[in-house]
């Protein structure tokens, strides 16, 4: 069973341009998670989808970040215009429902902003 | 005071120890504890989760829940340099809303 798949891998951008990050879960799993990890810190949610709907985004910094989940299956999260701040470590997780406590975590992206 | 305390280390101990690492935390309402194990440059892998005080063991894993202590750990038995890794502690209370600690960094010495 393939994991959870995210690219790029690696995004290196000159503050004030966009960037998109691509998430798809695995297959038959609800509920999508994203999160930004920083460096010595552990993931701290953005978003959580449940289907196509956003039920949880008030971490979501929107002025800037934006998040799609067209079809309850693939997802995008996008940064405009990226800050030298937003340099992270963007990580993906799915699991199979809301109330199930076993996410799976994808490889992240991991962004410099420059 | 943040929710979730876990000290980032690192911690270094020979090939064969016991380790033991711990969060503790503030939030009465969590409920759900996980320990994940994250790779450089890679997601964290979920090792163990529980839901009650007391000891759950998995291979050479064990957690430990203290609610009254509001302290939570997990054993790593027999170490093995491949354990070497950052571990995250993980609640998750009533709200859904899953909390991780900072992570402890550990190298187990060959």
């Known amino acids: 069973e393939a994991g959870v798949v995210q690219s790029p891998r690696y995004k290196i951008i000159e503050k004030k341009q966009p960037v998109a990050f691509w998430c798809n879960p695995i297959s038959g799993h609800n509920t999508l998670y994203w999160y930004r990890q920083n460096l010595g810190q552990g993931p701290e949610l953005l978003i959580r989808?449940?289907?196509?709907?956003?039920?949880?985004d008030s971490q979501l910094p929107k002025d800037r970040f934006s998040a799609e989940r067209l079809k309850g299956v693939d997802s995008t999260l996008k940064i405009q215009p990226a800050e030298l701040g937003d340099s992270a470590v963007y990580l993906c997780?799915?699991?199979?429902?809301?109330?199930?406590?076993?996410?799976?975590f994808g490889p992240g992206t991991r962004l410099t902003v420059t | 005071q943040k929710e979730v305390e876990q000290d980032p280390g690192p911690l270094s101990v020979p090939e064969g120890a016991i380790v033991s690492l711990n969060c503790t935390y503030s939030n009465s309402a969590f409920q759900y504890f996980m320990w994940y194990r994250q790779y450089s440059r890679k997601g964290p892998e979920l090792l163990m989760y529980t839901y009650s005080s007391g000891n759950k063991e998995d291979g050479r894993f064990t957690a430990q829940v203290d609610k009254s202590s509001k302290y939570i750990s997990l054993f790593i038995r027999d170490s093995q340099p491949s354990d070497s890794a950052t571990y995250l502690c993980a609640m998750r209370g009533r709200d859904d809303k899953i909390i991780f600690g900072k992570g402890t960094r550990l190298h187990i010495l060959p």
């Open positions: 997780a799915s699991s199979l429902d809301d109330f199930s406590d076993e996410q799976y």
């Open positions: 989808y449940e289907n196509e709907e956003a039920v949880d």
